[in-house]
């Protein structure tokens, strides 16, 4: 059974900076790529993070300001929000790449 939680959302002003956790199940984890998804209002979800073990990759709308991490021995995905934006105010959601079932995510609000 996926088990996926997702931590950390809040409201912040823009500039401002968040950092994102997310609990796995090992059975998605451990060998597979991690990503950080997001769904604004009214839009599609998307994928603005990926991390495997050897490299990262970014939306170029978060690039620059979104740091993703992870540390196997907790199960545990990071994603590091700097210079936040209004534009970046969506539910966050984390799972693998491609996804497998969903968890509740995480709102993010950006104020301006």
């Known amino acids: 059974q996926v088990q996926l939680v997702e931590s950390g959302g809040g409201l912040v002003q823009a500039g401002g900076s968040l950092r994102l956790s997310c609990t796995a199940s090992?059975?998605?984890?451990?060998?597979?790529?991690m990503g950080w998804y997001r769904q604004a209002p009214g839009k599609q979800r998307e994928l603005v993070a990926t991390?495997?073990?050897?490299?990262?990759n970014y939306v170029d709308s978060v690039k620059g300001r979104f740091t993703i991490s992870r540390d196997n021995a907790k199960n545990m995905v990071y994603l590091q929000m700097n210079s936040l934006k209004p534009e970046d105010t969506a539910v966050y959601y984390c799972?693998?790449?491609?996804?497998?079932?969903w968890g509740q995510g995480t709102q993010v609000t950006v104020s301006s």
């Open positions: 991390i495997t073990r050897d490299w990262t």
């Open positions: 090992g059975s998605i984890f451990s060998f597979n790529t």
């Open positions: 799972n693998r790449v491609p996804p497998v079932g």
